[in-house]
């Protein structure tokens, strides 16, 4: 499985950017996909997740603020994000997971200034 992501830039507090992975390779066995974050100086953290059914799960800091959605016919995982904060600066990773392993996208940086 090959991820690819893209979307990331400089934006203000409370502006928007969406965040697109697309997947390659053994895409069938995908289960679940997501975005995780690494914040400067800290480890990388879950920010949402969704799976293949269309359930989600996110982080209580983004909560209401970003919403994940997933088109299987394109094989891509997509992250809104509104109303952001400072705090959300990070490289924000794509990761997809099956039955066996994880596989991880390359980072796109995300800088919220204030």
């Known amino acids: 499985v090959q991820l690819q992501a893209s979307g990331g830039g400089l934006v203000q507090a409370g502006g928007s950017l969406r965040l697109s992975c697309a997947a390659s390779g053994s895409i069938s066995s995908i289960n679940v996909m997501g975005w995780y974050r690494q914040p400067p100086g800290n480890q990388r953290e879950l920010v949402a997740v969704i799976n293949s059914g269309g359930n989600t799960n996110y982080a209580d800091s983004v909560k209401g603020r970003f919403t994940i959605s997933r088109d299987n016919a394109k094989n891509t995982v997509y992250q809104q994000m509104n109303n952001l904060k400072p705090e959300d600066t990070a490289v924000y990773y794509c990761?997809?997971?099956?039955?066996?392993?994880?596989?991880w996208g390359q980072g796109t940086q995300v800088t919220v200034s204030s």
């Open positions: 990761n997809a997971g099956t039955f066996c392993c994880d596989y």
